[in-house]
């Protein structure tokens, strides 16, 4: 991602879109369908666009980086489209703008940290190379402690929290704060995976190094995850009643 400025933007693209339709869902107008799909169509052109220039070549083997196929992304695209026009031939009315909106979005800027750093030109390009490299099901198999920070490096949280703030906006009272407080859980394993593999591992007389392993940025974003469930607590009346959509 970071060898090449035309896939950095297409990473950040692509991470990005469902934080973009779930704050646009979230915000439910008469131009959601709109938007939203004008932002699918932006993206898939983009990495068409993308996959027709030189990729670059490995700055050690100085062989040609692989290039995905855009098949994948444009059935995924092609059917996110067809949700949204969907949705928007519904006769329900559209959810409600939640309070905790903005505790949503800044969770999702604080699970970005790790992405946003490893993708500046001064960032760290090396860090995590070995996560990011290694295809996830060989890397969860082999070292099954070591998803979360695949799930770091590749911006899988992100995606996670996105889909957690979109859900939230259809379901019950109660459904909504356990989801808020499994993504909150989730968040927190991740962050705290690598210091407890150290001291595992290692002993006590690791401590100092383990500490150094915990993903501050993650704790952030679960603290911020988990607050949504007391900021947008409804009346006790409401906990039990689902929302129309």
Not at 11 to 39: I, K, Y
Not at 70 to 86: D, G, K, Q, R
Request: proline share 8%; hydrophobic share 55%.
């Amino acid at each position: 991602m970071t060898t090449n400025p035309w896939w950095r933007l297409l990473s950040w693209g692509e991470l990005l879109l469902p934080v973009v339709l779930a704050g646009l869902l979230l915000c439910a107008s008469r131009r959601t369908t709109l938007l939203g799909s004008a932002a699918v169509c932006a993206v898939l052109v983009f990495r068409l666009l993308a996959i027709s220039l030189p990729s670059g070549t490995h700055p050690l083997t100085d062989r040609p980086l692989p290039v995905d196929e855009p098949w994948p992304s444009i059935v995924c695209y092609t059917v996110a489209i067809v949700a949204l026009l969907v949705a928007a031939r519904s006769s329900l009315p559209p959810p409600p703008v939640r309070k905790g909106i903005v505790l949503w979005a800044a969770a999702i800027v604080a699970a970005a940290w790790t992405v946003g750093r490893l993708s500046l030109p001064t960032g760290e390009s090396t860090s995590f190379g070995w996560f990011a490299s290694t295809p996830p099901t060989e890397l969860l198999w082999k070292r099954p402690g070591a998803w979360s920070c695949k799930a770091d490096v590749d911006g899988v949280l992100i995606v996670l929290i996105a889909l957690a703030a979109a859900a939230g906006g259809v379901m019950a009272g109660r459904t909504r704060h356990r989801v808020a407080w499994g993504i909150g859980a989730l968040l927190i394993l991740a962050a705290v995976e690598g210091f407890v593999t150290v001291l595992i591992v290692g002993g006590g007389e690791y401590l100092a190094y383990a500490t150094k392993m915990i993903r501050w940025h993650l704790l952030v974003a679960a603290a911020l995850v988990i607050a949504t469930a007391f900021r947008d607590r409804p009346p006790a009346t409401e906990l039990d009643e689902p929302h129309p959509l």
